[in-house]
């Protein structure tokens, strides 16, 4: 019965002083304390943007889905909104994108909010867009737009449109 309990008061020792030695090593690179190689990325991330809030009137033809546009100059932007305004000239293109949102629908819209704006794993963008619909039974082409991190002009954004209606004259 001695041996036993013998035993056991050595295992335990042994395990402390294995635990005990473990917090003194350094451990640079363990689970605990990751260096910068050992980090994951974990998507999707967000993008910070800052959404217009001015209203902007499509210029060109109108399209049945939401087709985002990515401008990265004034001078393209001035190709798809109609008249000059203040803030076109306080986005620096040489930063920032404009990524002009529009699409058309059967009701009358009050307001347009950018929900989230999101890259996935593989560099796929995501923006999702809340329509605030009134009950005219008019046809709409509707227009956004956000201010974000400078993006190549060819690049493929998926967007999700919601909509709600609003049944009082309340904003959400």
Not at 27 to 53: C, H, L, M
Not at 56 to 79: A, C, D, F, R
Not at 110 to 134: C, H, K, M, P, W
């Amino acid at each position: 019965m001695k041996s036993k309990y013998l035993f056991l008061v050595v295992l335990i020792w042994g395990v402390l002083l294995g635990v005990c030695s473990c917090s003194e090593d350094d451990d640079t690179g363990s689970i605990f304390n990751p260096t910068p190689s050992d980090t994951v990325t974990i998507y999707p991330q967000k993008i910070p943007y800052t959404s217009i809030e001015e209203k902007l009137k499509w210029k060109t033809q109108k399209q049945e889905t939401p087709s985002p546009v990515v401008v990265n100059s004034k001078k393209q932007l001035l190709q798809y909104v109609e008249g000059e305004s203040d803030f076109y000239s306080g986005i620096d293109f040489s930063k920032h994108s404009v990524l002009l949102i529009h699409g058309v629908i059967d009701y009358g819209v009050s307001n347009i909010v950018v929900q989230d704006f999101q890259i996935g794993y593989n560099a796929e963008y995501f923006l999702r867009v809340l329509l605030v619909l009134t009950l005219q039974d008019i046809e709409s082409h509707w227009v956004t737009a956000i201010i974000t991190e400078k993006l190549d002009e060819n690049v493929a954004v998926q967007v999700y449109v919601s909509n709600v209606i609003e049944l009082f004259g309340d904003d959400i």
